[in-house]
């Protein structure tokens, strides 16, 4: 079945404890990207990958970081986690930019 | 960079009438548009979507519209049922040549409510 899977889909966490969610797409996507949903905002573009080791910065990019090491798999990785970053969080993955995006269940973070 | 705005933030209708969700957007060069809908617990899933060189496309009881001179298009649904009851979300993506070739600014959300 193709697919987007995250994980974990809920973590509490502590201030400052280094996180990484996980992402992994089964359909040969070049497109990753990796998105924040908070009320009244909608979804904001944190980081994206247009390919193997190619990312670059979204909308709000402060606080994460992200690597393209394999075509499927595109982590997303908070080193020093704050409140501020109690969210929800969305993978995608498209076949190329500009394509139809194909989202995770999403991960439920906490940080307390 | 891209602006997305979408109106309403809350839509309430009774089964079997239609619904209609606006969104506007502010850069010229956007010309992939994409409507999601969320369903509680879920991930946002692609409705229907529609290319700049396009001014209409319908899939069964979904249509989008899309005006470029005024910047604007909109989702509409006709005979509402209760499973329609979600989130959705319209979006607007850069072509190639642009620094932001490929993503996707979403608006803020229109949560559906349709009553039997």
């Known amino acids: 079945e193709a697919q987007v899977t995250q994980n974990p889909r809920y973590l509490i966490t502590v201030t400052g404890k280094k996180l990484t969610v996980t992402c992994s797409q089964n359909?040969?996507?070049?497109?990753m990207s990796w998105y924040r949903q908070d009320p009244g905002l909608g979804l904001r573009q944190i980081y994206y990958?247009?390919?193997?080791?190619?990312?670059d910065k979204g909308d709000v990019p402060e606080g994460y970081k992200v690597s393209r090491k394999e075509k499927r798999n595109f982590p997303l990785i908070l080193e020093s986690p704050s409140p501020n970053q109690t969210s929800l969080y969305f993978c995608?993955?498209?076949?190329?930019?500009?394509?139809?995006?194909?989202f995770g269940q999403g991960t439920r973070l906490t940080v307390v | 960079g891209e602006n997305v705005e979408q109106h309403p933030s809350t839509l309430s209708v009774q089964e079997g009438d239609s619904a209609v969700i606006k969104c506007t957007y502010s850069?010229?060069?956007?010309?992939?548009f994409p409507w999601y809908k969320q369903e509680l617990g879920k991930g946002p899933q692609l409705i229907i979507d529609?290319?700049?060189?396009?001014g209409e496309k319908k899939d069964q009881r979904i249509a989008v519209t899309l005006n470029k001179t005024a910047k604007h298009f909109s989702l509409h649904i006709t005979e509402t049922q209760p499973e329609d009851s979600a989130v959705y979300f319209c979006?607007?993506?850069?072509?190639?040549?642009?620094?932001?070739?490929?993503?996707?600014?979403f608006g803020q959300g229109t949560i559906l409510t349709v009553h039997p």
């Open positions: 359909m040969n996507h070049e497109y």
């Open positions: 529609i290319r700049s060189n396009v």
């Open positions: 990958s247009m390919n193997v080791e190619v990312t």
């Open positions: 979006a607007a993506s850069m072509g190639a040549g642009g620094t932001s070739y490929g993503k996707l600014t």
């Open positions: 850069d010229s060069a956007s010309n992939y």
């Open positions: 995608a993955s498209s076949p190329r930019a500009g394509t139809e995006a194909f």
